[in-house]
């Protein structure tokens, strides 16, 4: 049974920094590409920031040169350094992983439960 496990979300002021990290759970599975959307209330979630088992990285247009996404292959873990934080970004974010159980198997995108970030002006 795979499981994400969300950590980091905080509190914190405008301009500040927060890491968020997401760990996946289990045994016997292979990862690709983990990641990372968000979600407002009353709004759709949108995709925030990917990277690739071999590191390669993309971020959408609004978090780009603010945001940083890694990943630590040894721990099955993928990190959001987010820095220059706007009011705007008052919102739950929710990590991905896309996981293949078995060697044959088919890829599945698991899940987060979800980590608020809210940012004081």
């Known amino acids: 049974q795979v499981q994400l496990m969300e950590s980091g979300g905080a509190l914190v002021q405008a301009g500040g920094s927060l890491k968020l990290s997401c760990a996946a759970s289990?045994?016997?599975?292979?990862?690709?590409?983990m990641g990372w959307y968000r979600q407002a209330p009353g709004k759709q979630r949108e995709w925030v920031a990917s990277?690739?088992?071999?590191?390669?990285?993309a971020y959408a247009d609004s978090v780009k040169g603010r945001f940083t996404i890694s990943r630590d292959n040894t721990k099955n873990t993928v990190y959001l350094q987010m820095s220059s934080l706007k009011p705007d970004d008052i919102v739950v974010y929710y990590c991905?992983?896309?996981?293949?159980?078995?060697?044959?198997?088919?890829?599945?995108?698991?899940w987060g439960q979800g980590t608020q970030v809210t940012v004081s002006s």
């Open positions: 991905y992983a896309d996981i293949r159980a078995t060697m044959s198997g088919p890829w599945i995108r698991y």
């Open positions: 289990g045994s016997g599975f292979r990862i690709n590409a």
């Open positions: 990277v690739t088992s071999e590191g390669s990285s």
